[in-house]
């Protein structure tokens, strides 16, 4: 999408349209929060849509948005290839959505020794399979109707190793490759494709497995520099900047939210 002043500073999202996966807690609920405060219309999608209800409606109420919801298990292997088509119709405007973030994912800490195939296979159906299609169907839309933002959530993990997360980070590696390929393609029709990588956050479960337990995270976070681990908020501040025209040659980028983790 072609670089834009129209936009106040308050707002820089006004008039885009966005799809947001895994909506309904965690980074995700904050992302659809700060979406909507930039002054973007939504899709919002989790797994249960009946939890999405109420937050969409205080979010639109509150910043006067449009906020649709759709329920969407991104572990059926027929939901990537229509849910772009399906969330486009869904809120009004010409053609195509302007943004997507593929933010959904699961992890199952486990030891390579422990590794189950049927939690391998899960990992990479949900966390590499479907955003990897989703972003490829909303990549090649976008291409046709003026360009676009795709935001991939992907992680630390994605870069650097982290034990117990085989499964976890050989999906998200894939996926920030994958994302580097949609830039490759398609940055000549206006599409940027770019990655956000998180150290641990601390949403709610994020607290509960590592804020709660000074014996695991202690470890993890004397390769922290910044000494701390990150808020939802960080991951989707940076996350609404790429979304918009201040980023606007922003393409193919893994951006560290890490404290310094990936430099120590």
């Known amino acids: 999408m072609a670089p834009s002043s129209e936009q106040p500073a308050s707002r820089p999202l006004a008039g885009r349209r966005a799809l947001i996966t895994g909506a309904s807690r965690g980074i995700g609920a904050d992302l659809a929060r700060a979406f909507a405060a930039a002054g973007a219309d939504l899709v919002l999608t989790a797994r249960d849509a009946s939890a999405l209800e109420d937050p969409a409606r205080r979010l639109g109420e509150e910043h006067g948005v449009a906020v649709e919801t759709l329920a969407a ?4 292997p027929d939901v990537p290839d229509r849910l772009w088509e399906r969330a486009s119709g869904l ?4 053609g195509t959505l302007d943004v997507l973030v ?7 800490p486990e030891t390579v020794a422990q590794l189950r195939t049927d939690r391998f296979d899960e990992t990479l159906r949900v966390n590499l399979r479907a955003p990897s299609l989703l972003a490829a169907r909303a990549g090649a839309a976008m291409a046709e109707h003026g360009g676009g933002a ?8 994605a870069l650097r190793p982290l034990a117990e997360h085989y499964a976890y980070s050989v999906a998200k ?3 920030v ?9 398609l940055g000549a029709s206006g599409v940027r494709a ?12 994020g607290q509960q497995v590592w804020g709660d337990h000074p014996e695991k995270s202690a470890p993890m976070l004397a390769r922290i520099p910044a000494d701390r681990f990150a808020q939802p908020r960080e991951v989707s501040d940076v996350a609404v900047w790429l979304a918009s025209d201040a980023a606007s040659m ?15």
Do not use: F, K, Q
């Open 150 to 157: 795709i935001l991939t959530i992907a992680s630390a993990a």
């Open 73 to 76: 298990d991104l572990a059926d």
């Open 177 to 185: 490759m994958a994302t580097r390929t949609l830039a490759l393609e």
């Open 102 to 108: 593929n933010n959904a994912g699961i992890s199952h």
């Open 194 to 205: 770019n990655s956000i990588c998180p150290t641990v956050v601390l949403t709610d479960m």
């Open 250 to 264: 922003v393409n193919g980028a893994e951006i560290p939210v890490d404290g310094g983790y990936l430099i120590s």
């Open 173 to 175: 590696a894939g996926l």
């Open 91 to 94: 809120l009004d405007g010409p």
